[in-house]
Protein backbone atom coordinates (compact mmCIF):
# COMPACT_ATOMS: atom_id res chain seq x y z
CA UNK A 1 0.00 0.00 0.00
CA UNK A 2 1.68 3.62 -0.56
CA UNK A 3 0.44 5.97 1.47
CA UNK A 4 -0.27 9.51 -0.11
CA UNK A 5 0.99 13.16 1.38
CA UNK A 6 -2.11 13.52 3.50
CA UNK A 7 -2.20 10.08 5.07
CA UNK A 8 0.08 7.77 7.18
CA UNK A 9 -0.60 4.54 9.01
CA UNK A 10 -1.69 4.32 12.11
CA UNK A 11 1.58 3.25 14.18
CA UNK A 12 2.57 6.84 12.64
CA UNK A 13 -0.45 8.92 14.85
CA UNK A 14 0.93 10.09 18.55
CA UNK A 15 -0.85 9.62 21.42
CA UNK A 16 -4.12 11.26 21.81
CA UNK A 17 -4.29 12.19 18.33
CA UNK A 18 -7.16 11.68 15.95
CA UNK A 19 -7.89 10.26 12.83
CA UNK A 20 -10.25 9.08 9.96
CA UNK A 21 -9.21 5.36 8.73
CA UNK A 22 -9.05 5.93 4.90
CA UNK A 23 -8.00 2.61 3.93
CA UNK A 24 -7.24 -1.05 5.29
CA UNK A 25 -4.67 -3.22 3.54
CA UNK A 26 -6.75 -6.68 3.47
CA UNK A 27 -3.93 -8.05 1.20
CA UNK A 28 -1.70 -8.23 4.06
CA UNK A 29 -4.04 -9.60 6.31
CA UNK A 30 -4.87 -13.42 6.40
CA UNK A 31 -8.77 -13.56 6.50
CA UNK A 32 -9.63 -14.28 9.58
CA UNK A 33 -7.57 -11.18 10.88
CA UNK A 34 -9.49 -8.90 8.25
CA UNK A 35 -12.81 -9.70 9.50
CA UNK A 36 -12.01 -9.38 12.93
CA UNK A 37 -10.68 -5.98 12.27
CA UNK A 38 -14.36 -5.50 10.80
CA UNK A 39 -15.83 -6.83 13.55
CA UNK A 40 -13.95 -4.34 16.05
CA UNK A 41 -15.04 -1.67 13.74
CA UNK A 42 -12.28 -1.07 11.49
CA UNK A 43 -13.72 -0.12 8.66
CA UNK A 44 -13.05 3.12 6.28
CA UNK A 45 -14.41 6.29 7.33
CA UNK A 46 -14.50 5.11 11.57
CA UNK A 47 -12.46 7.58 13.82
CA UNK A 48 -9.92 6.32 15.31
CA UNK A 49 -7.34 7.45 18.03
CA UNK A 50 -4.23 6.21 19.65
CA UNK A 51 -4.54 6.22 23.65
CA UNK A 52 -1.37 4.42 24.89
CA UNK A 53 1.57 3.27 23.25
CA UNK A 54 3.80 0.27 25.49
CA UNK A 55 7.11 0.82 27.11
CA UNK A 56 10.05 -0.13 24.79
CA UNK A 57 8.71 0.26 21.09
CA UNK A 58 4.97 0.89 21.71
CA UNK A 59 4.10 -2.49 20.37
CA UNK A 60 1.09 -2.97 21.12
CA UNK A 61 -1.19 -0.25 21.12
CA UNK A 62 -4.50 0.87 22.56
CA UNK A 63 -6.55 2.61 19.99
CA UNK A 64 -10.27 3.78 20.59
CA UNK A 65 -12.21 2.72 17.36
CA UNK A 66 -15.83 4.23 17.52
CA UNK A 67 -16.68 3.28 21.47
CA UNK A 68 -14.46 0.28 21.90
CA UNK A 69 -10.24 0.29 22.99
CA UNK A 70 -8.54 -2.35 20.94
CA UNK A 71 -4.63 -3.35 21.38
CA UNK A 72 -3.42 -3.26 18.17
CA UNK A 73 0.11 -4.55 17.38
CA UNK A 74 2.35 -2.51 15.69
CA UNK A 75 2.76 -4.82 12.07
CA UNK A 76 -1.39 -4.87 11.96
CA UNK A 77 -1.35 -0.87 12.78
CA UNK A 78 0.98 -0.18 9.56
CA UNK A 79 -1.33 -1.82 7.34
CA UNK A 80 -4.18 0.72 8.36
CA UNK A 81 -4.16 4.34 6.51
CA UNK A 82 -5.38 7.09 8.13
CA UNK A 83 -6.11 10.71 7.53
CA UNK A 84 -5.54 13.11 10.26
CA UNK A 85 -9.14 14.57 11.72
Do not use: K, W, Y
Not at 56 to 62: I, M, Q, S, T, Y
Not at 63 to 82: K, Q, S, T, Y
Amino acid sequence: MTLSASHCSIDALAVGQTALIAAIDRAGLDPDTAQRLCELGFDEGVDVEILHRAPFGGDPLAVRVGNMVVALRCDMARLIEVEAA
